[in-house]
């Protein structure tokens, strides 16, 4: 193509402000013309012919080096900064800050973990930065993660970070999406209906520098993320399709049916044999599947000199690998910013998400055995000899085995039809959006407007026929539950930003910001039907009906907020935070909380006694102290509140209010100070970056739902007591480690040990976090309380026997302890337990901790490699020293004659195999939790490999239209001693997220390797 004398026009802007860079250099380097950006960052040249070569260049940028095809649109040309690592601008609280001037520690995260392909972004978080924990708790499509920053503070009261997006603080309560069916297994998480495809970058705020602006927000850390947004151009399209499969990653060891059969009859040793049939039945290859994924992604952005916008769509997949569970999501995102008059900028980010998923049945209530967790467990659990289905092909409901409410007469529970047939689903609508208006007074000084909100609304839908465990008692059990959530968020601030000198700088921002939170539910069930086949859509066909349940909640933060940024001569920077929070979680004396902050930071590498030209490019320190709060603890929970319960009397049923909140008028914040203490260092020209960090936080006044005397009427209230410590050391580092023309290799490693202690819990001490239906519906770990929060010990910690093997033949009897829960004289073949007394009998006193939850530390490693035009990523996640009660290995090695058991019961004590670490076969097994089934969770685990290539462009008709064909795989390879199904596992049958119940491996989900394969396109 050729023309004569073409203008070339367009806009020279930084990537990462969006702001015209005036005065740049736009040359054509044929033929050695050019001109200079204006204020309003346009340029204007006059090519001989096209295609034109371009080299655009300033001082403190990158050049940039193009060839221009087409001059009938402006061009949009895009720089970035070439300097040190500390100059490149991170997003902060209420605005933006370069690197260079931080005093607090923030982590960003970096592109290669934003490019993978999850069903919720926090999920592909994991092992990205040094002190930011994430553990994928179940293996559930669409379920959520835990997520700790610096460790968890509180003990019952919230430990999830705060979620910032684009401006708008987002609700990540797990129960948000729990509408009150506890049949219900796990939770949808909250952050699904945000599309990992549109965030542009993501932000760790870790210390109280950081996080003191958003005060009681900003307790267990912040992580703002901004999405996309349009840039002055050409129109930009985007459309990327994938799919995939997915498998289990891992097996369980199980005995099949002649090894069972063997062990029954070694438990009826002295009883009738075993009579049944001897034929194998794979329950297990029934209850998975190869499970398909796909997604697809379309985004178009672009914009002109005073418009810019960026719209997209998401379609997910994701089949589980248990069958009939899975995940689908349609989300859509709209993002337009215009400027309406030179002084007046106005901005819309709005999104909207329809979730749906499809899970296990809990059966950890009231409704089930208790020692079964959910439909996959029990199927796992299944005698191998007992037929799936009968000769005509239907489900097998018979089962001589079968106990407790897993049967009725002689019609038992198949685990593979309540599978298939029970429906446990949860729906979720999600909108959210924001208004933003920033209105320049002078120069200096911007007034800006910032109004959104954040609604969720979810419907779950249940039934349990009458072959199920939960429906086979009552005849078939339905539910509909509803939850709503509004939350409505208002933001004014005023932002004075001033260089006064070539020596001083300072930046103020004020502000008051208020937030109004609403919250109501509603559940309605029934039971014994007469006709299933409309199950849930007809609970009026249920005779049985229970009473249903209804409520609501709302709360109120108020909160005037500061903040003073200050640098001089480039070198010195101080910021100083204050926020005070009003809360109407509180009792009025005891409603606002006042935070402040103070951080400094020394860029030494900018001191005239600094070697320029040494091997240290980049030095800097930073050193922080404040003060944040902690509110998260639900509402009402100061006052005295009732509920209502219906009762028989006189042959009728009626209805009385019972308190069920012990009132608290001096609830008051639980408070968290911290000091960190930091270093920043650049080699070798910043092409080795490492990033340092120690330390120290401490948590007063913990808001804990503690047990108290009976005579009081309640188990437990809600009291500030006792407090917490985290401490700890991070590390990152960044390497540049080739940066040639067609080839670049870089690289990421981070690690971090955090140290969490109990101070004080007040005269208590300690005490056990219960399981029990009373209290919270669970029955499957009532009794054995594996759990124990103490004074001087981790949360987390697990409490137990000592398992110090089998007796054998021959051995004293007289010298060993006999546990308090033995009917029958101890003989060879029974396990032994460490007496910790010396009083020959194993009883409470001899429990001890067996280790906790916490690792000693955590790392990650990524790294990624283009060579001309192929591109491979890797990410690396591990976690050491952490411990997980594996109570599902528990049950297995509890021999029954109704449940199948663990493949290491082959080696069970018998005389004549003397197993010194498995004990011999009994019908009453020990239910105590002993150390053998704290199991060591440690692991390293190939998160994510990517590999794409792009097609070349000299095949496609425009050069601006680009093919990448990719293929990656998750969770591809896992190395761990742990012998559950994956050692992230967190599951106790409630909130996967509950600081309090962490470390209990009930059954997870598991896992699943995935495979995808997909393509690109843009233009």
Same mark, same amino acid.
């Given at each position: ?199 542009? /970058? *993501? ?9 003191? @602006?958003? =005060?009681?927000?900003? %307790?267990?850390?912040? #992580? +703002? ?73 379309? /985004? *178009? ?9 960026? @719209?997209? =769509?998401?379609?997910? %997949?994701?089949?589980? #690998? +248990? ?697």
């Amino acid at each position: 193509m050729s023309a004569q004398n073409v203008e070339i026009s367009g806009y020279v802007l930084d990537e990462a402000t969006n702001k015209p860079v005036i005065g740049a250099n736009v040359f054509l380097t044929n033929e050695k013309t050019g001109a200079t950006v204006d204020p309003d960052g346009k340029f204007t040249v006059s090519a001989a012919s096209l295609p034109a070569a371009v080299s655009v260049s300033y001082i403190g940028y990158k050049t940039r080096l193009l060839d221009v095809y087409d001059a009938s649109e402006p061009v949009a040309v895009f720089l970035q900064e070439d300097v040190n690592f500390l100059s490149g601008v991170v997003v902060i609280g209420y605005g933006s800050q370069k690197r260079k001037e931080l005093t607090g520690a923030v982590s960003t995260i970096s592109e290669r973990t934003l490019a993978q392909v999850t069903t919720s972004f926090d999920q592909s978080l994991g092992g990205s930065v040094a002190g930011l924990n994430v553990t994928q708790t179940s293996g559930q499509p669409g379920a959520t993660a835990s997520v700790r920053i610096r460790g968890g503070n509180s003990i019952t009261g919230g430990n999830e970070p705060l979620y910032v997006i684009d401006g708008l603080i987002i609700y990540n309560d797990n129960s948000a999406t729990r509408t009150g069916i506890a049949a219900i297994n796990g939770g949808l998480n909250p952050l699904a209906g945000i599309n990992s495809a549109d965030i542009e /970058s *993501i932000e760790v705020l870790k210390d109280v520098s950081a996080t003191a @602006i958003y =005060g009681s927000r900003g %307790a267990n850390g912040v #992580i +703002v993320v901004t999405t996309k947004k349009g840039k002055r151009g050409a129109t930009r399209i985007e459309y990327r399709h994938e799919r995939g499969w997915q498998r289990i990653s891992k097996d369980v060891d199980l005995l099949g049916a002649a090894e069972w059969i063997s062990l029954y009859n070694d438990i009826q040793i002295g009883k009738d044999p075993y009579k049944g049939g001897a034929n194998e039945y794979d329950w297990k290859g029934a209850a998975l599947r190869t499970a398909g994924t796909q997604s697809q992604q379309i /985004s *178009i952005s672009g914009g002109d000199e005073k418009t810019r916008f960026f @719209i997209s =769509g998401n379609y997910t %997949a994701q089949d589980g #690998i +248990v069958r009939n569970t899975g995940f689908d999501r349609y989300v859509g995102r709209v993002n337009i910013e215009r400027d309406l008059y030179k002084k007046l900028n106005v901005a819309v980010n709005f999104s909207v998400g329809n979730s749906k998923q499809n899970t296990l049945t809990n059966l950890n209530n009231k409704y089930s055995n208790g020692s079964i967790s959910d439909p996959f467990n029990y199927a796992l659990r299944m005698p191998p000899v007992v037929p799936i289905y009968g000769e005509d092909g239907s489900y097998n409901y018979a089962n001589p085995h079968s106990e407790g409410d897993f049967h009725l007469g002689s019609t038992a529970v198949n685990p593979i039809s309540d599978l298939l047939e029970t429906t446990s689903q949860s729906k979720n609508t999600n909108a959210a959006g924001n208004f933003i208006a920033a209105y320049t007074v002078i120069p200096e000084l911007v007034a800006k407007l910032n109004v959104g909100t954040n609604i969720s609304n979810t419907v779950q839908n249940y039934y349990a026929p009458s072959t199920s465990a939960v429906g086979l008692v009552v005849n078939g059990f339905g539910a509909i539950g509803n939850k709503r959530f509004n939350s409505w968020q208002s933001e004014f601030t005023l932002n004075y930003d001033k260089q006064i000198n070539k020596t001083n700088y300072i930046n103020i921002l004020a502000g008051y910001t208020t937030q109004k939170t609403y919250i109501e539910y509603a559940v309605a069930s029934a039971t014994d039907y007469a006709n299933e086949s409309l199950a849930f859509h007809n609970l009026a066909g249920g005779s049985g009906r229970l009473a249903p349940a209804s409520g609501s909640s709302e709360s109120v933060l108020n909160s005037w907020l500061g903040r003073v940024n200050y640098s001089l001569l480039g070198r010195y920077n101080l910021t100083a935070t204050f926020r005070a929070d009003g809360s109407s979680r509180f009792a009025a004396d005891h409603r606002w909380g006042y935070f402040p902050s103070l951080g400094f930071s020394w860029n030494i590498n900018d001191e005239d006694f600094f070697n320029k030209e040494s091997l240290v490019g980049t030095l800097k320190l930073r050193a922080s102290a404040g003060t944040v709060g902690n509110q998260e603890i639900g509402d009402y929970k100061y006052d005295a509140t009732y509920a209502a319960r219906n009762y028989s009397f006189g042959g009728n049923l009626v209805s009385a209010y019972l308190r069920n909140n012990r009132e608290n008028p001096d609830l008051k914040w639980e408070t968290t100070t911290g000091y960190n203490a930091g270093v920043d260092l650049g080699l070798w020209k910043d092409r080795l970056a490492l990033t340092a960090d120690v330390y120290y936080k401490k948590t007063s006044d913990l808001l804990v739902d503690i047990p108290v005397e009976i005579t009081s009427g309640f188990s437990s209230a809600l009291k500030n007591v006792g407090s917490v410590t985290n401490k700890g050391i991070e590390l990152g580092l960044n390497a540049d480690i080739i940066d040639r023309k067609n080839l670049y290799w870089t690289a990421t490693l981070n690690f971090a040990r955090n140290i969490n202690r109990i101070t004080s819990l007040g005269e208590q001490g300690y005490f056990f976090p219960v399981f029990d239906v009373d209290v919270n519906g669970l029955r499957t770990l009532e009794g054995v309380d594996p759990l124990i929060v103490k004074e001087g010990e981790p949360l987390g910690s697990f409490y137990g026997y000592v398992f110090d093997g089998v007796i054998q033949t021959g051995d004293d009897l007289s010298k060993i302890a006999t546990p308090s829960w033995f009917s029958d004289p101890i003989q060879a073949g029974d396990p032994k337990f460490v007496n910790q007394n010396g009083d020959n009998t194993i009883n409470n006193e001899d429990k001890v901790v067996l280790g906790n939850a916490q690792p000693k530390f955590t790392y990650g490693f990524s790294t990624s490699l283009t060579f001309a035009n192929v591109d491979l990523s890797v990410i690396f996640q591990g976690s050491y020293g952490n411990k997980l009660y594996n109570a599902f290995q528990h049950a297995l090695e509890a021999t029954s004659i109704y449940y199948n058991a663990a493949g290491n019961l082959r080696n069970r004590w018998t005389p004549t195999n003397p197993s010194t670490t498995v004990p011999r076969a009994i019908a009453t097994p020990n239910l105590n939790l002993d150390s053998r089934y704290i199991e060591d969770a440690s692991y390293l685990r190939l998160k994510n490999i990517t590999l794409g290539y792009t097609l070349p462009v000299k095949i496609a008709r425009e050069p601006s239209f680009k093919i990448r064909l990719f293929a990656s795989a998750q969770n591809l390879l896992t190395i761990t001693d742990y012998r559950g199904y994956d050692p992230e596992a967190s599951y106790y049958g409630g909130d996967e997220t509950n600081g309090l119940y962490q470390g209990i491996d009930l059954g997870a989900y598991p896992s699943a390797r995935i495979f995808n394969f997909g393509v690109t396109v843009s233009y």
